[in-house]
């Protein structure tokens, strides 16, 4: 009979170790050799402890939240621990919160270094207190657009809007008083533009035709004998005024 009590006692005994270790080992997370680093956040959406850190989002896991406190400024700081001390995590370095799909899933925090290659940079020191990226959130949008509808008063947006109403009757009394000159401006510049637009139009006719060998100009341009005794003519004319700047009495007695 006392056997039969120690067996049982043993058994009871056996079994709430064992419970206790379920509930302990439980809680417990194997964290390995790493180190600390501390994310503060205003916002965090549903963001939990035990979420995984991931590197550039790429599902590769480099650690874990290991706690969520709330600091005495209010803002909220994220204890990540960090696994894999291997991996180089440079200042400057961005942890946003992430949602693993299409904003459904899990949220996680991703850990963006500010360059591809971290060839011969170091760590972030651990146990650095870091300014997490904000997650985008709708509550907060609203928010913020429920707090500027406060600061603006009723009286304060009534007057920018009947300020704004006597502005638009201002310009069109402007309008309406100016019609006949705005017209009669408008018309003139239209009458400007076709005289330019003929002046073009003759210009490119006269361009034309001295590319084809028409007119005067054009046979100059295009007949080379023309040309030769045009030159000639141009070449003896600069002699000629030449010489008379340098004696103008040749005009009335003949050149010795």
Request: proline letters at 4%; glycine letters at 10%.
């Amino acid at each position: 009979m006392k056997n039969k009590v120690k067996l049982g006692i043993f058994f009871i005994a056996t079994f709430v170790i064992f419970i206790a270790s379920v509930i302990l080992l439980g809680n417990i997370k194997l964290k390995g050799d790493g180190y600390r680093l501390y994310v503060d956040y205003v916002f965090i959406g549903d963001l939990q402890e035990n979420g995984k850190v991931s590197y550039r989002g790429g599902g590769i896991q480099i650690g874990f939240i290991e706690k969520i406190n709330i600091n005495d400024d209010g803002t909220i700081r994220v204890t990540l621990f960090i696994t894999d001390k291997k991996v180089v995590i440079p200042q400057g370095t961005k942890f946003s919160i992430q949602t693993v799909g299409l904003g459904l899933g899990e949220k996680y925090i991703m850990v963006s270094p500010p360059t591809i290659n971290t060839t011969g940079m170091s760590s972030i020191p651990p146990n650095t207190i870091i300014k997490g990226v904000e997650p985008f959130s709708i509550e907060t949008t609203l928010g913020s657009i429920g707090d500027i509808g406060k600061d603006l008063n009723f009286q304060e947006l009534s007057l920018m809007v009947s300020n704004l109403s006597r502005t638009i009757n201002l310009i069109s009394d402007v309008i309406g008083s100016n019609e006949v000159n705005i017209t009669k401006s408008i018309s003139n510049v239209s009458d400007t533009l076709s005289y330019v637009n003929n002046i073009s139009r003759d210009l490119s006719y006269v361009i034309n035709d001295i590319e084809t060998g028409k007119g005067v100009i054009g046979a100059i341009m295009k007949d080379p004998k023309l040309h030769t005794n045009v030159s000639e003519i141009i070449d003896n004319l600069k002699v000629f005024t030449g010489k008379i700047k340098d004696n103008p009495s040749a005009l009335i007695f003949r050149e010795p």
